[in-house]
């Protein structure tokens, strides 16, 4: 048996006020919180599988300027935020063979309900009327995910080591409002392949180094990505190491960099959609030697 607690989703994107970008985004914020707890049963000497349930609380908030009907005027401000707890499940299985070892997990989608509000502020003149603060549902779906690993102990010291995701993520195809609003926000996202493969070293029987490569797809495409989420694909190489301090607890370190392919801003949208002072949002922008650096600590204890 065990427990897990993970941010899967997770990431801000703030711009200011004066930004290109924010009619179509301010400041965007996703917090999602995994509590997994879970079992596993060895079914043979070689053969274990497991479950696990997946209770996910995510809070997010989105915001963006909206242009007064005069140039001359300060811009408003419209505001979407909500949360909400959530449930969904995982299943995997691993294989032992000699110096192989096989795995295979699914991780559902979950259908997050966030209750929220909208608010909307600084509109003047004829806009004026649409100043409020609604209460409002929200309903997005975070993708799920297949996951195919191998390792193989090509000596008594060095293991090499192979992964393939596929990642769900058309399940978020929108982000959808209720009542009284009933509106969504269209996402458009494709499923996506990465593709990592690594090395471990066993350079003593406690200290252990490792390094890999990753390759991964967005799921944004040209023609809808956006600045809120300026995604690309990209490639990520990492390195890190494990010591063993004692029997029960092991210490790992890892860095990684990833680097971005330059890719479009490119999603046109409009304020005010549908009504008679509609205004086109007409997006044209580059992301551009977009690079991260990740570093990580960790300790794991053994029962």
Not at 88 to 102: E, I, K, N
Not at 118 to 128: Q, S
């Given at each position: 048996m065990g427990l897990t607690v993970?941010?899967?989703?997770?990431?801000?994107?703030?711009?200011?006020?004066?930004?290109?970008?924010?009619?179509?985004?301010?400041?965007?914020?996703?917090?999602?919180?995994?509590?997994?707890?879970?079992?596993?049963?060895?079914v043979t000497p070689n053969l274990?599988?497991?479950?696990?349930?997946?209770?996910?609380?995510?809070?997010?908030?989105?915001?963006?300027?909206?242009?007064?009907?005069?140039?001359?005027?300060?811009?408003?401000?419209?505001?979407?935020?909500?949360?909400?707890?959530?449930?969904?499940?995982?299943?995997?299985?691993?294989?032992?063979?000699?110096?192989?070892?096989?795995?295979?997990?699914?991780?559902?989608?979950?259908?997050?309900?966030?209750?929220?509000?909208?608010?909307?502020?600084?509109?003047?003149?004829?806009?004026?009327?649409?100043?409020?603060?609604?209460?409002?549902?929200?309903?997005?779906?975070?993708?799920?995910?297949?996951?195919?690993?191998?390792?193989?102990?090509?000596?008594?010291?060095?293991?090499?080591?192979?992964?393939?995701?596929?990642?769900?993520?058309?399940?978020?195809?929108?982000?959808?409002?209720?009542?009284?609003?009933?509106?969504?926000?269209?996402?458009?996202?494709?499923?996506?392949?990465?593709?990592?493969?690594?090395?471990?070293?066993?350079?003593?029987?406690?200290?252990?180094?490792?390094?890999?490569?990753?390759?991964?797809?967005?799921?944004?495409?040209?023609?809808?990505?956006?600045?809120?989420?300026?995604?690309?694909?990209?490639?990520?190489?990492?390195?890190?190491?494990?010591?063993?301090?004692?029997?029960?607890?092991?210490?790992?370190?890892?860095?990684?960099?990833?680097?971005?392919?330059?890719?479009?801003?490119?999603?046109?949208?409009?304020?005010?959609?549908?009504?008679?002072?509609?205004?086109?949002?007409?997006?044209?922008?580059?992301?551009?030697?977009?690079?991260?650096?990740?570093?990580?600590?960790?300790?794991?204890?053994?029962?």
């Amino acid at each position: 048996m065990g427990l897990t607690v993970a941010s899967p989703y997770s990431f801000t994107t703030n711009y200011d006020a004066d930004s290109w970008a924010r009619y179509s985004a301010d400041k965007t914020k996703l917090r999602t919180y995994d509590i997994q707890p879970s079992i596993a049963y060895l079914v043979t000497p070689n053969l274990s599988i497991g479950a696990a349930l997946n209770i996910e609380y995510a809070d997010a908030s989105l915001s963006n300027y909206l242009p007064n009907l005069s140039p001359l005027l300060a811009d408003g401000h419209q505001e979407l935020k909500g949360n909400g707890w959530d449930l969904g499940w995982s299943a995997g299985l691993q294989y032992r063979a000699g110096p192989v070892q096989l795995g295979a997990s699914y991780k559902s989608s979950v259908k997050h309900n966030l209750d929220g509000s909208v608010t909307t502020t600084g509109l003047l003149g004829p806009l004026a009327g649409q100043n409020s603060v609604v209460n409002a549902n929200a309903t997005f779906e975070t993708p799920w995910q297949a996951i195919f690993g191998a390792r193989v102990a090509v000596s008594p010291k060095v293991t090499l080591n192979g992964q393939v995701t596929r990642m769900g993520w058309s399940k978020f195809d929108a982000i959808r409002l209720g009542a009284p609003l009933n509106v969504s926000i269209p996402e458009n996202y494709r499923d996506t392949w990465s593709f990592a493969g690594g090395i471990d070293y066993a350079v003593t029987p406690a200290w252990t180094v490792r390094a890999g490569v990753q390759h991964a797809q967005t799921p944004t495409r040209n023609g809808n990505r956006d600045a809120r989420v300026p995604d690309s694909n990209r490639w990520n190489f990492a390195a890190g190491t494990s010591y063993a301090v004692s029997s029960r607890f092991t210490l790992d370190a890892g860095a990684a960099y990833i680097t971005f392919k330059d890719t479009t801003i490119d999603r046109t949208t409009a304020a005010y959609a549908g009504t008679a002072v509609q205004t086109p949002i007409l997006m044209d922008g580059k992301l551009e030697d977009a690079h991260a650096v990740v570093l990580s600590l960790g300790g794991r204890f053994h029962f």
